[in-house]
């Protein structure tokens, strides 16, 4: 059965840095695309970050470029998301998916994380 549990999340203060984990199981994500996800309150689940195995990229949504890093770590099946520089706008829960078909889009994803909230604020 896949599994996918977050850490990481917290109260951080502008300007701070959060590192999310997510650890996974029950499956191996060589081809297919894994991916992070943001939903601020009101607002709908947007991509942030996602590594397409198949074509060999990393994908960085324009908000986030120079601050955000995605990385994984194959030995123990668990993807990281480093946030530097946190802003207030970043406040939101962040889910990792896994298993995409596509690399940008909620709907490819099959498993979820149950997310984590980050909250950025003074």
């Known amino acids: 059965q896949v599994q996918l549990v977050e850490s990481g999340g917290g109260l951080v203060q502008p300007g701070g840095s959060l590192r999310l984990a997510c650890a996974a199981s029950?499956?191996?994500?060589?081809?297919?695309?894994i991916a992070w996800f943001r939903q601020a309150p009101g607002k709908e689940r947007e991509a942030v970050s996602c590594?397409?195995?198949?074509?060999?990229?990393?994908y960085y949504a324009n908000s986030v470029k120079g601050r955000f890093t995605m990385s994984r770590d194959n030995a123990d099946n668990t993807m990281y998301l480093q946030m530097n520089n946190l802003k207030p706008e970043d406040t939101g829960v962040y889910y990792c998916a896994a298993e995409g078909l596509g690399c940008l889009s909620p709907a490819e994803y099959p498993y979820w994380g149950q997310g984590t909230q980050v909250t950025v604020s003074s």
């Open positions: 029950g499956f191996s994500s060589d081809y297919y695309a």
């Open positions: 590594i397409s195995n198949s074509a060999g990229s990393t």
